[in-house]
């Protein structure tokens, strides 16, 4: 399983943009990377996933260089409500578990 | 989009007793099914991968007598806590894996989490 490493915690305000990094050295070739947000006593929710070069959506941007050890989720603009934990998970094709690592606690403030 | 339910969101029950919590898929099959547990201010914790139709695979260190998988459906899995302990308390989520769609790989849906207090 492949082993991921984030920030422990971020600190941003109102209106700016965030990148979260996650280092994933031993991804495997058949391997996706999926962001997660977790609020307190809430089971996460699926943000954003991608294979590689960059991929976009309505919340949130994706950025996975050509050699793939790394991802950056890229939060536009964000509000007070943004405030929660962001977990990267590497996760296969027809694979079974995936690992949790411990997530980065992103604080907004007014 | 893909949505998980879990039942029930709270229970509390004395010590020695069991419980047992409900994961759905509402609107996919779901051929493999996901138990978490999630103490304060850690991560998730994988406990057990469960297949419809075949027995769950545990972690280790998850004793597989006091927490059984039941996955009999598509659709369903259940986790029931035997003879609980106030030391199993804790934040119980499962996740769902929808089958692969639009080039992606299968993508874990998460139920909203149980809380389980015993006393």
């Known amino acids: 399983l492949a082993k991921t490493t984030q920030p422990i915690s971020m600190d941003s305000y109102e209106g700016q943009e965030v990148n979260i990094t996650c280092s994933h050295n031993?991804?495997?070739?058949?391997?996706?990377i999926t962001w997660y947000q977790q609020f307190p006593s809430q089971g996460p929710r699926f943000i954003i996933q991608?294979?590689?070069t960059k991929v976009t959506n309505e919340v949130a941007s994706l950025f996975i260089p050509a050699d793939r050890k790394s991802s950056t989720l890229s939060l536009p603009r964000v509000s007070l409500s943004d405030t929660a934990v962001y977990y990267c998970?590497?996760?296969?094709?027809?694979?079974?578990?995936?690992?949790f690592g411990d997530g980065t606690t992103l604080t907004v403030k007014p | 989009g893909a949505v998980v339910s879990q039942h029930p969101s709270r229970v509390i029950c004395k010590s020695g007793t069991s419980v047992k919590i409900e994961c759905r898929s509402l609107?996919?099959?779901?051929?493999?099914m996901f138990w978490y547990r999630q103490f304060p201010k850690q991560s998730l914790m994988l406990m057990a991968t469960?297949?419809?139709?075949?027995?769950?695979?545990?972690e280790q260190g998850v004793e597989k007598d006091k927490f059984l998988i039941n996955h009999a459906s598509l659709t369903l899995s259940t986790l029931t806590v035997t003879s609980a302990h106030p030391e199993d308390s804790s934040f119980y989520i499962c996740?769902?894996?929808?089958?692969?769609?639009?080039?992606?790989?299968?993508?874990?849906?998460f139920g909203p989490g149980t809380r389980l207090t015993v006393l």
């Open positions: 991608g294979y590689k």
């Open positions: 469960s297949n419809e139709g075949s027995k769950a695979t545990y």
């Open positions: 996740s769902a894996r929808a089958g692969t769609s639009g080039g992606l790989t299968d993508t874990q849906y």
């Open positions: 031993n991804i495997a070739t058949n391997d996706y």
């Open positions: 609107d996919f099959q779901a051929t493999t």
């Open positions: 998970l590497v996760e296969g094709t027809n694979a079974g578990k995936s690992t």
